[in-house]
């Protein structure tokens, strides 16, 4: 039972424009969002995260959206760039996460063409 | 340069042998953690460690061991009576214990069982 879903396996997205990663979850007691990207052969690297009491958090070219009644969260990359091709991963913990126990989703490969 | 180092990069055993990975970080965090990464998969956590000398398994320790003998250092013995081995390892440190603590990644190791 997969509490944290990435239904897209892959993404595609022409160099320049906005790219969309989503990420769904089932556990409600989730209250903190992570997105990792992943460069082959390397490990995850933090990317962005947000608190369940806000519903966007911006950094740079990097925007996650929460939407708690629907249990979705997306991460826009505009603009995108070719150096922004690597596997994103979206985690999620809560209250019955003892400690840092993310429970993450299965990813997503963005491929940004230049 | 403050990091984790994972060891080996690479390797490979046979069916029925013991095998440990390395995992060491100097970045003086009390969290340490061991993930697993598949194809199509999330990362799912094998142990977890909070402090020397204490551990918990997650999710999957079935056929794992590990040891915390020493704040840097958390190896994982990859036992024969894991069943299905051949993965990527993730080794992670945090500041502390926390649900909201961002997780640093080691490179990995790919193991493969032949």
């Known amino acids: 039972d997969q509490q944290v879903k990435q239904n897209s396996p892959s993404l595609s997205v022409q160099e320049g424009r906005i790219s969309i990663l989503n990420c769904d979850y089932t556990n409600s007691m989730f209250d903190y969002f992570l997105w990792y990207k992943k460069y082959p052969a390397e490990g995850p690297t933090f990317l962005i995260s947000i608190s369940s009491i806000k519903d966007k958090n911006e950094d740079g070219r990097f925007t996650v959206f929460l939407n708690k009644s629907a249990k979705h969260l997306s991460l826009h990359i505009v603009p995108s760039q070719p150096g922004d091709s690597a596997v994103y991963f979206c985690?999620?913990?809560?209250?019955?996460?003892?400690?840092?126990?993310?429970?993450f989703g299965g990813g997503t490969r963005l491929m940004v063409k230049p | 340069d403050g990091g984790i180092t994972q060891s080996p990069k690479y390797l490979f055993r046979k069916e029925g042998q013991n095998v440990t990975l390395s995992c060491e970080q100097n970045l003086n965090h009390d969290a340490m953690y061991w993930y697993r990464q598949d194809p199509g998969q999330g990362l799912r956590l094998i142990y977890y460690?909070?402090?020397?000398?204490?551990?918990q398994k997650g999710d999957i320790a079935e056929g794992y061991s590990v040891s915390r003998e020493k704040k840097e250092s958390f190896p994982l013995t990859v036992t024969s009576a894991q069943k299905n081995p051949t993965a990527f390892y993730l080794c992670?440190?945090?500041?502390?214990?926390?649900?909201?603590?961002?997780?640093?990644f080691g490179e990995g190791s790919r193991l493969t069982v032949l």
């Open positions: 985690a999620a913990s809560g209250a019955d996460n003892a400690g840092n126990m993310l429970t």
């Open positions: 460690s909070q402090i020397v000398n204490d551990f």
């Open positions: 992670a440190s945090s500041i502390a214990l926390s649900n909201t603590g961002e997780l640093f």
